[in-house]
């Protein structure tokens, strides 16, 4: 082999040697959340499941709203009428037009609160190993989709420490959870109750076998739907008043 040859695989090898100390001595991650710091996703993320998870539980029993505006109670929980008419004999007037999105509101309010109480603890956290933690306010956003919680988290963070820096501006994390197709269930029964003043709960088991649709108080006043999730176990709970009939009549 050449002297000449020898020089230039010498001057390719120092190369490749400085390139690859100059990628891990100042490498900087920008891409939008998805190559941010794993230790703060991961943590966002335990953290959101948890909020998720608690504020579900705490709306199920109570008509999928945090404070009931207008409610009966039932078995110690003030429970949501989804639809509701307070004369007899008359359909009730459906007071979620869209219930699916108003309980979507009710988890967003809860979990930006908790979203934003986590990533103080994590940034005094992070402080404490060094790391200088800067973020914007952090804006939370929900989809609820089929078997699942979407959370957003939008906001820019940068998170530094000695040369390596990561960013992001946009933070999605997925939470399995089936409030959406409850919800959408209840939302078909308050407007069939608006309709007809009934809703055919036996059609429905056999057209949806994975749920469980029972009318639990059947008094002449108040309707108690209960919607259950076979797999889990989960129940919603939901008031109607419709074509409410006299008692004793």
Do not use: W
């Amino acid at each position: 082999m050449k002297k000449g040859q020898i020089t230039i695989f010498v001057i390719l090898a120092i190369v490749i040697v400085a390139g690859i100390l100059f990628f891990f001595l100042f490498r900087t991650n920008i891409n939008g959340g998805k190559g941010a710091s794993p230790d703060l996703k991961s943590e966002m993320q335990t953290c959101v499941d948890k909020a998720v998870e608690q504020i579900i539980e705490v709306i199920l029993p109570k008509g999928g709203m945090i404070n009931p505006g207008l409610f009966i109670k039932y078995e110690g929980s003030n429970v949501e009428y989804l639809c509701y008419s307070p004369y007899y004999y008359t359909p009730c007037i459906n007071r979620h037009g869209s219930y699916v999105q108003d309980v979507k509101e009710e988890i967003r309010k809860f979990v930006a609160e908790k979203a934003d109480d986590c990533l103080y603890k994590i940034k005094k956290d992070y402080a404490g190993k060094g790391y200088s933690f800067d973020s914007d306010a952090i804006k939370t956003e929900i989809e609820l989709k089929p078997g699942q919680v979407r959370t957003i988290l939008k906001g820019n963070i940068e998170i530094i420490k000695n040369e390596e820096s990561y960013r992001f501006s946009e933070m999605e994390l997925t939470t399995k959870n089936d409030i959406y197709n409850m919800a959408v269930i209840a939302e078909k029964i308050a407007n069939q109750e608006s309709k007809v003043c009934y809703f055919n709960s036996l059609e429905f088991n056999m057209l949806y076998p994975n749920y469980k649709i029972e009318k639990l108080d059947k008094n002449a006043d108040t309707k108690i739907y209960s919607i259950t999730n076979k797999k889990n176990g989960k129940i919603l709970i939901i008031a109607i008043r419709s074509c409410a009939l006299i008692p004793g009549i």
